[in-house]
């Protein structure tokens, strides 16, 4: 049987954007559904770099990607969000008018229905997906030898890690799981990396001083009865193989990105984003909204802060769409006794 949900607005993607839109649309007491592709909420930061630092939250020197999601989810739980995770959102459907929007959301997997008054798009850039290496049989040793992300820095101790590739992802986990991994090995085709020029510096220091190994080349096939890996095979430039020992190997070559459904949803995509006006961050379609890195606007910075503030001000125009008969009084969390009760905070 499918399930029926009637709520007042539909959030699509549990990232750290959609979940800081709960807590500014829960002051305006509007009730919310959020739907999420993956497992468990979090977005990219919990499912690529749930332990890498991130410094650019205001108020934190320094938190890592599941610190911050720990964080969000602590805030917003007074208003007691529902999720809808290993969902992806099959159709989206306006069965209102562009003075009173109403539409209907359902997800694949489970036939879900919602019927709400608006929708947030906080996708990030869509359904992420990381970029495999053309190895044959790969599959066979995925999630017992071959990672495509580090979730626990731990599963990686005392192992022999090699990581293969040269951008920020992969020097920036060659330097870091150096110091647990039981003998690191970095992999890229050519001596020159797409990284940050102190992290280069730091892995070739490590280079160096004989703490890990870097060899030039490309991965042809693994060795070890599977699922258990036990090495790969790298060629050189000049033709010659050998084979590097290892129980684990990260290949870092990127993500590549699908927007699935939200290309079919009448919203005037540009190269894959949806253009939205920065008053309220709405795209062409009136309740509909696009916040986060799914969006594109003149200036546009794909910062999570940026999509807080973009989530602040989209959740003022839904109240309007929520609450048509009622004036939105401006108030501040700092003084206003009722938004404290709503937090559970109120003394």
């Known amino acids: ?25 829960g002051l305006l007491d509007i009730k919310c559904h959020l739907i999420d592709i993956l497992p468990k909420v979090g977005g990219q930061c919990a499912e690529l770099y ?17 610190g911050l999601v720990d964080n969000l989810m602590a805030q917003i739980e007074p208003f007691h969000p529902t999720f809808h995770l290993n969902e992806m959102v099959e159709s989206l459907e ?78 920036d986990w060659t ?8 003998r690191l090995t970095l992999l890229h085709r050519r001596d020159a990396f797409r990284a940050a020029p102190h992290t280069v510096e730091k892995m070739r220091s ?25 090495g790969a095979v790298i060629r ?6 050998f084979t590097v020992d290892c129980d684990v190997m990260l290949p ?12 079919d949803w009448g919203l005037n995509l540009h190269e894959n984003l949806i253009p939205v006006d920065t008053e309220k961050f709405e795209t062409n ?13 003149p200036g546009k910075l794909k910062l999570i802060l940026s999509g807080f503030h973009e989530g602040a001000l989209a959740a003022q125009k839904v109240h309007r769409y929520v609450y048509p008969e009622k004036k939105l009084l401006f108030q501040y969390t700092t003084s206003s006794t009722s938004l404290q009760k709503k937090l559970g905070v109120a003394a």
Do not use: W
Request: charged residues 20%.
């Open 1 to 25: 049987m499918t399930d029926h949900i009637e709520t007042d607005v539909v959030i699509i993607g549990a990232g750290p954007v959609g979940l800081f839109a709960v807590f500014e649309l």
């Open 50 to 66: 749930p332990e890498k630092p991130i410094y650019d939250i205001p108020g934190f020197p320094m938190v890592t990607g599941q």
């Open 94 to 171: 306006s069965i209102g008018t562009p003075e009173a929007p109403l539409f209907r959301v359902k997800t694949s997997e489970n036939g879900t229905t919602f019927t709400c008054k608006a929708v947030i798009i906080a996708a990030g850039g869509g359904s992420f997906q990381p970029k495999k290496p053309p190895i044959e049989n790969i599959e066979a040793y995925e999630g017992t030898g071959v990672y495509y992300a580090v979730r626990k820095m731990e599963m990686f101790r005392n192992k022999k890690v090699l990581i293969v590739g040269g951008g920020d992802s992969a020097l």
């Open 175 to 182: 330097v870091n799981l150096q110091p647990i991994a039981k």
């Open 206 to 230: 490590l280079v160096a001083s004989g703490e890990m190994d870097l060899h030039l080349g490309q991965v042809t096939s693994l060795k070890g009865e599977e699922p258990v890996l036990e």
């Open 236 to 241: 050189k430039d000049d033709g010659s193989e």
């Open 252 to 263: 870092f070559f990127g993500l590549t990105m699908k927007l699935g459904p939200i290309a």
């Open 285 to 297: 379609v009136p309740g509909i909204f696009a916040i986060g890195d799914i969006n594109t606007y």
